[in-house]
Nanobody, 121 residues
Framework: QTRVMESGGGSVQAGGSLRLSCESSPVIDSCMGWFRQAPGKEREGVAAIYAGGARTKYADSVKGRFTISRDDAKMTATLQMNSLKPEDTAMYYC????????????????WGQGAQVTVSS
């Protein structure tokens, strides 16, 4: 059974940087995505990357600040988050799957437990 697990995150002041990593086991050839959910809000897509790393997708709110990458040999996906804002505060989730719409949470069947990101002003 495929599983994904997040690591990283934490707390930082506005303008700072954090990194999230996602490891998938066993190795799968699929899209990997990062999502976030703030209290009282719906889960939203942040960034996604297809196998091979050539195709990526970003939410407009993070374009130019976040970068997603992957290492297919290790089956890991990393989300580098720069210029963080208080509105980026949320629980961040990694997901994997064969998807047509990479930023739609409903497209994914395999989810991690989440990693908290808190940005203070």
């Amino acid at each position: 059974q495929t599983r994904v697990m997040e690591s990283g995150g934490g707390s930082v002041q506005a303008g700072g940087s954090l990194r999230l990593s996602c490891e998938s086991s066993p190795v799968i050839d699929s899209c990997m995505g990062w999502f976030r959910q703030a209290p009282g809000k719906e889960r939203e897509g942040v960034a996604a990357i297809y196998a091979g790393g050539a195709r990526t997708k970003y939410a407009d709110s993070v374009k130019g600040r976040f970068t997603i990458s992957r290492d297919d040999a290790k089956m890991t996906a990393t989300l580098q988050m720069n210029s963080l804002k208080p509105e980026d505060t949320a629980m961040y989730y990694c997901a994997a799957g064969q998807v047509a719409w990479p930023l739609r949470p409903s497209e994914y069947v395999t989810w991690g437990q989440g990693a908290q990101v808190t940005v203070s002003s």
